[in-house]
Each structure stands twice: as C-alpha cells, then as structure tokens.
C-alpha cells in the first residue's frame, strides 16, 4: 500500500474521530437497535432499518479512518528544520503579483485539506507548483482560472 502523507495534526484529529465512534457513537447505534427490536415485527419496523442503516455508516467510517491510520506517514514539520523550502506540512505565505494580496496556506494531506481555514492538500496545483521552491521565488502556478504568479514571501514550520 502507499503511505498516505499526513500532519500530526490531521492524524490526532482521525484517531479524535475514530475513539469518539468506537466508544460513544458504535454503543448508542447498538442500543438504538435493540430499542427497536423490541417494538416486534422488524420487517415493517422503519426504526430498526434506520439504526441498521446507521450501524452500517458508522462502522465503514470506522474502517476507512482505520485504513487511513494505518497507511499514514505522519509528518510533524515543526520537528525538521526551517530551510526556506517549501514542503509538506509548511505554513506558506504568498504574495500574488497580479493583485497584491497576500494569502497564507498550510500545505496538508487530501484529508486534512479546508480552504475555509486556508489549508491546501499537497495535491492542489498550488501546491504542486510550491514544492520545492525556496522563500523570495516567484512561481507561476496553473489553476482552473488560469496562471497565476506569486512570490512567496515567508515559510514556516508551524
């Protein structure tokens, strides 16, 4: 299997997720289902198909977070030190040439990524076009919209 990149942040937060499942989530669904069952003749019984429904949901979640986990490679950036260079795990900060307007990102794995809270999956052409790159370079990066320019301005181990 290929080793999936990912914070130690964004891994916290999945095992977060996968605990809260297991220990809160998995025995009220189980309970649900139970309480159902009760109520007699499960063919007709909406209750207990939406608690089997659920059941379902949630121990794929389960799975899949497992899955995740287990083929994490888990990257705390704050322990390796500053080169300047842009790599997995940095906080970013740009300075588009076109507009002026400087834009912070933090470069995470798929899972983690949320552009409401400004962090970019490593696989995001943004990205793609950063890596590697060093603080005062300016790069051209290919997004839907068209080319934009940069410079980047800072780089920090967060």
């Not at 300075?95 to 409401?116: C, M, P, S």
């Not at 076009?129 to 290919?142: P, Q, R």
Request: glycine share 8%; with cysteine.
């Amino acid at each position: 299997m290929n080793q999936i990149p990912m914070t130690a942040q964004g891994a916290e937060a999945l095992q977060e997720e996968l605990t809260h499942l297991k220990s809160v989530k998995r025995p009220e669904i189980i309970a649900s289902i139970a309480e159902a069952r009760e109520h007699g003749d499960l063919k007709e019984n909406a209750e207990y198909h939406a608690a089997r429904e659920q059941q379902g949901f949630c121990e794929g979640r389960i799975q899949e977070i497992e899955g995740k986990l287990s083929n994490a490679q888990i990257i705390d950036v704050s322990k390796i030190p500053n080169s300047g260079k842009v790599i997995f795990g940095v906080t970013v900060t740009l300075l588009n040439i076109d507009t002026d307007e400087e834009v912070t990102y933090q470069i995470v794995g798929d899972d983690e990524a949320n552009i409401k809270e400004n962090r970019i999956s490593v696989n995001s052409p943004i990205a793609r076009g950063l890596i590697g790159k060093t603080v005062d370079s300016e790069v051209e990066v290919k997004t839907p919209g068209g080319v934009v320019e940069f410079e980047i301005i800072s780089v920090e181990h967060i």
